[in-house]
Structures are given as C-alpha cells and as structure tokens.
C-alpha cells in the first residue's frame, strides 16, 4: 500500500430515544447528525458518509442537504452519501446537487451511488420495482457520463433522453469522486469496473475474507477492460467505547431493537446476542474499545487490501452523548492506532 488508508464514518441519521423511552423528533436527530459531523472533521476523521431513507426509523432522506449544512460548519472532512439511492431518483438532479455540494465545499463531496438496502423510495416517486435492474444500469450510465462529458447526448427507457445538453452547475477542474456501493454481486463489480468508478463493498455480515474473490474480479476486470484500477473502499457497522465490555453492551439493546424491526418486516429469526457476540468475534461487527477496533480494521484492510474503510457508527435508536463518544475515540485512538499497525507491515515489508 503506497497511501494512508482513508478512515471515515457513516450514518443513517437513526432516530433515537430520549431518556424517558420516547422518539426523539426528526429535527433534532438531523441537528445531532450536524453536531457528530462537526465533531468528527475536528477529530481529524477523513469522511463523513449520510445514507438516503424514507421511512419512520431513519431522519436522513436529503442527504446533500444535510451535508451542505455541515460543509459550512467544517473545514477538511469529505462529505458524501451512504447511499443514494440513484434508481429513484433523477441522474440529472442528483449530479446537480453533488456539483453544487462541491463547490461550496471547496472539492469535499463524494457521491456514494446505490440501489439501496430498502425500497420505499421506488414507489414513493413512482418507480416500478419489476424495473430494479434497469433503473440503476440505466441511471448510472448517465451519471458516469455527465461526470465526464460536457455535453451528454444519451437515451433510455427510463427516463427522457437528452441530445447535446449541458447540465449546471459545471464541476471544476478535481471533478468529483463518485463510487458505487456493492453488496455482493459479480455482476455489479464488473458494472463498477465497465463505468470507471470506485467501488465501495457493503459488508454487513460474515467473514470479510468472504469478499475477497469480489477484489480479486475487480482486478481481473479492470485487466480486462483496460481500466485503471480506482481505490476499493468497505463499508461496515461498529462502535467504540472504553472498552470491550462496554462497547458491546452499549450497542447491544440498539442493536437487538434495529435488526428485530427489520427482522419482523423481513421474515428473519429474531436475533440472539449469542450471535450477535458471534458476529463482533468473527464477523463484520467492529465493536470494542480503541484497540480490539482498530487490529480488526486494520485487519480488513490487510486481507482486502482495501484503501478505504468507512465504520457505520450509529445503529438503532443510540443516544446522541454515546454517539459522540464514539466519534471522539474513534478520531483520536483508533485511526492512529489504525495507521501505525499498516506502517508497521510497511516496514516489516
């Protein structure tokens, strides 16, 4: 590895629960949201990543407008999505808003493309879930060439062609890092390579050395087009605290409460802390104290041989105060802790 890995953070903007048990309202986890991104630009964190959803759990469904907020409230962390959630939405406007985020953030934004992991916003804008795939085959290839072309002439099913157009604002001269979130098909790894962009691993579960023959397409791929290989970023769940005891038992009632919501709705088993243990030990659960946090990024980074990993640190209805503790640790302990173990395999190497 030539380059520090990139560390960042993102979140759903969960709605969380107050002292006494109720909701917190969605103005104020969205406010929250802005103060754990203040937070995490001051603790010297390199991203900040806000996912799109429109549904009662999560306060975040404009995410470029949240992060526009926070561009004027930070000065280094880079800003993105985490997803959007292109199928849904239109190419054009989504480009349009990404520009404008980065240019008043002086080059931060990211944008991070997807189908998402929920499919609310299909039906909510009038989309077709029997479309699914040709929306986003159809939606990013008009996005990757509005990145590159100044004048985009293109034509599709889903949406009104367009014939010589410029699209405004323009992006300057540094463009705009745009990657793709993959949750683990082939077909969709090689999309990423077909399209030039960066590809952004979605682990949620199970080994990490599991998505090792997803890098190993990726470069075969990239061989095989011609490409140029672009930097490979993963996106997992986890919280720090003091220690491991307390990580894990802070997390715990947050967790159990998420996923057996989700469960319900999904026909999954109920989820056990057993396994939920499991899944810290073994899994893509990266929950601990700065330490245990750090060797088992810094692990994935090894096997994957990843340039960017991105920790999503709010899972169910958490409290802010321990959200932003977990901000603090993770900025000042666990990405130098991060940085150092690598340096060492440099050295060692």
Not at 200 to 228: C, E, K, N, S
Request: hydrophobic share 40%; with cysteine.
């Amino acid at each position: 590895m030539t380059q520090p890995v990139s560390l960042g953070l993102d979140t759903f903007g969960d709605v969380t629960r107050k002292a006494d048990g109720s909701l917190m309202p969605m103005d104020q986890v969205l406010r929250d949201v802005v103060e754990q991104a203040v937070l995490a630009d001051e603790a010297g964190i390199d991203f900040i990543g806000l996912g799109e959803h429109h549904r009662d759990d999560f306060a975040i469904s404009a995410p470029e407008i949240v992060l526009a907020a926070i561009a004027g409230q930070t000065r280094r962390i880079h800003l993105g999505t985490a997803v959007t959630v292109l199928s849904s939405d239109d190419p054009v406007r989504v480009f349009q808003r990404f520009s404008t985020l980065n240019a008043v953030s002086n080059g931060r934004a990211e944008a991070i493309l997807g189908r998402g992991s929920f499919t609310e916003s299909y039906a909510l804008f009038g989309h077709d879930l029997q479309d699914y795939d040709q929306l986003f085959e159809e939606k990013l290839d008009l996005f990757a060439r509005l990145l590159r072309e100044a004048k985009v002439t293109w034509s599709g099913r889903t949406r009104a062609p367009l014939k010589n157009q410029r699209v405004y604002p323009l992006l300057g001269n540094g463009g705009l890092t745009t990657w793709v979130g993959v949750g683990g098909s082939p077909e969709s790894v090689v999309r990423v390579v077909r399209q030039d962009l960066q590809l952004m691993l979605a682990i949620i579960g199970g080994d990490p050395q599991r998505f090792v023959p997803y890098v190993d397409l990726y470069h075969r791929a990239v061989d095989q087009m011609g490409q140029t290989a672009r930097p490979i970023g993963v996106h997992s769940p986890g919280f720090v605290a003091e220690t491991d005891e307390s990580a894990q038992e802070q997390l715990w009632p947050h967790y159990r409460e998420m996923f057996g919501r989700i469960g319900r709705e999904r026909g999954w088993p109920p989820v056990t802390k057993d396994r939920y243990l499991a899944e810290i030990r073994h899994g893509s659960l990266y929950v601990g104290s700065p330490e245990t946090v750090a060797r088992k990024i810094a692990a994935t980074v090894r096997t994957l041989k990843i340039q960017r990993f991105d920790m999503k640190y709010a899972t169910g209805p958490q409290p802010h105060a321990e959200l932003m503790e977990c901000i603090r640790l993770y900025g000042e302990k666990v990405i130098p802790m991060v940085r150092d173990l690598l340096a060492s395999d440099r050295v060692a190497a």
